[in-house]
């Protein structure tokens, strides 16, 4: 009698184990269980926002929960980021970023969170090149027009970018070191304002995203005379890029992912991979992506994504120390 009470006493603790051991992978695997939340760094309007809007339409339709934008901006998607970094690893909370966020743990000064290490990487989702524009009525032909002009008038020449620190402000910053002349910066506190002046005018060049320039361009108001990538822009296939144009191997591209909290469940981050995944490879996805904002699809793995972003803040935080640029 003794010997089966004690049977059964082992076998109700082995069974107890198992239903408690299973917990975790039954929650996992019912992700996501109540609505997620996608803070987007930024203002509604530019890229990230409608990009961070489109996968939250098709996942809410998806996997029957709603996947909701947050816009958290302010200092460069910094004040987002920090969001992000701060909440809750438990797979309800996602970053959509910017190149910005490369840039910003050299740029501002004692961040209140670690880039690397307080957020997972979960994709690389795309990259673009910038686009370097004219008013139509300017004489600048191609970049070596604006080289020439330069280095006759030094510091005459103005160009407009999306602010201090922008991935523009350095891409030429870094061509001005190289080529061995100088431009004059003038940071807008958007893309918006600077394509209204480089319509206007008021400045000689703009750079920034395809996305933003090129219906000004297709519209004959503005002039493109570069493209920053490595390979010429299917948007604007006969402008060519500053590779050609006396600066060979040079590339600086825009680009957006996707970061968690760091701590966030591995089995949650590998099913959310493979749901975006599934998105992106959408053909009319990566047709809208590619036609409206310019955007060359890369669809990294965490891995690639961790990788990559630890090579852009080095290449872009030693352009900020060598010139000393702050944020505004």
Known sequence: MHNTTSRLRFFSILIALCVFASLPAVAQDAWPSKPVRFIVPFPPGGTTDPLARLVGARLTATLGQQFIVDNRSGASGSLGAGIAAKATPDGYTFLFVFDTHAVNPTLIPNLPFDTVKDLAPVMLISTAPNAIVT????????????????????????????????????????????????????????????????????????????????????????????????????????????????????????????????????????????????????????????????????????????KFLVGEIARWGKVVRENNIRAE
């Open 135 to 306: 008013n139509a009525a300017k004489p600048y032909q191609s970049f070596a027009d604006v080289i020439k002009a330069a280095k006759a008038k030094p510091d005459t020449v103005t160009y407009g970018s999306i602010g201090s620190g922008s991935l523009g402000h350095l891409t030429l910053t870094l061509v001005q070191q190289t080529g061995g002349f100088r431009i004059v910066h003038v940071p807008y506190k958007g893309g918006g304002p600077m394509t209204v002046d480089v319509l206007g005018g008021q400045v000689d060049l703009a750079i920034g995203t395809v996305a933003l320039l090129t219906p000004h361009v297709k519209g004959g108001k503005l002039r493109a005379i570069a493209i920053t990538g490595d390979k010429r822009s299917g948007a604007l296939p006969d402008v060519p890029t500053l590779a050609e144009q006396g600066f060979p191997g040079f590339s600086a591209l825009a680009w957006w992912g996707v970061f968690a909290p760091a701590g966030t469940p591995k089995p949650v981050l590998a099913k959310f991979h493979a749901e975006l995944v599934k998105v992106f490879n959408a053909p009319e996805v990566r047709k809208q992506l590619g036609e409206q904002l310019g955007m060359d699809l890369v669809v990294s793995s965490p891995e690639a994504l961790q």
